[in-house]
């Protein structure tokens, strides 16, 4: 069966610092992966996509990138956080041939400071 | 503008009767549906899912129901029980399956009483 690893579970950083948060799936091959983002109280935002190594779509602007180095590994990235980076980061994967179901990891909690 | 949203952001039930978690969506295009149900501090975890080319579909005490006429989705959850309790998304795919890209409600929120 195909389960999904996120970390670190949860990560208080300060203001300015970078950032690194890990993705990977096992039991699969070539899957799309993405990144989301969870504000308190409110839906998932979709941050960035990938069909493949190397291969990565950027939804929306920000100070945050996106991985993809090996097949089932997705970084997520800053290089100086701020403060509305806070929330919730969740990492999900879908079959590539069964794009539209994503199963999606246990989360990353980010609380910057 | 165009957004997949819930008509109850909360919703309170009593052990064991039946809940319905609404969603509406706008966009008439989309074809694909799901349902995910988040625990506090946990990942969304898949319950259901529907394409538009069917009214209905069942699972393991979950029913989830296409009204594509009035753009409606509705999860269906039998003999609701305290592990039920949890945050509810429905989202859309909405570029026809070409990245897989989901649009998210932002989530109903189901309280089980003992």
């Known amino acids: 069966s195909q389960t999904i690893h996120q970390w670190p579970a949860t990560l208080v950083q300060p203001v300015g610092s970078p950032l690194s948060l890990e993705c990977t799936v096992e039991g699969t091959s070539n899957p799309n992966l993405y990144w989301y983002r969870q504000a308190a109280g409110r839906g998932l935002q979709l941050l960035f996509y990938s069909v493949g190594i190397g291969q990565i779509s950027s939804e929306v602007p920000q100070n945050l990138s996106a991985s993809r180095p090996q097949d089932r590994q997705f970084i997520l990235s800053s290089k100086k956080l701020l403060l509305s980076d806070s929330g919730f980061y969740l990492c999900?994967?879908?079959?590539?041939?069964?794009?539209?179901?994503?199963?999606f990891g246990p989360g990353t909690r980010l609380l910057v400071l | 503008g165009e957004s997949v949203g819930l008509h109850l952001p909360t919703l309170s039930v009593q052990e064991g009767d039946n809940s319905i978690i609404n969603c509406a969506y706008s966009n008439s295009a989309s074809d694909y549906f799901i349902w995910y149900k988040q625990e506090s501090g946990k990942g969304p975890q898949f319950i259901i899912d529907?394409?538009?080319?069917?009214d209905k579909r069942q699972g393991q005490r979950v029913t989830v129901l296409l009204n594509k006429t009035v753009k409606h989705l509705s999860l269906q959850i039998a003999a609701t029980q305290p592990g039920d309790s949890a945050v509810y998304f429905c989202?859309?795919?909405?570029?026809?399956?070409?990245?897989?890209?989901?649009?998210f409600g932002k989530g109903t929120k189901l309280s089980v009483k003992p």
């Open positions: 529907i394409r538009s080319n069917m």
């Open positions: 989202a859309e795919n909405r570029d026809g399956g070409s990245q897989g890209n989901l649009i």
């Open positions: 999900a994967w879908s079959v590539r041939t069964v794009k539209e179901t994503q199963y």
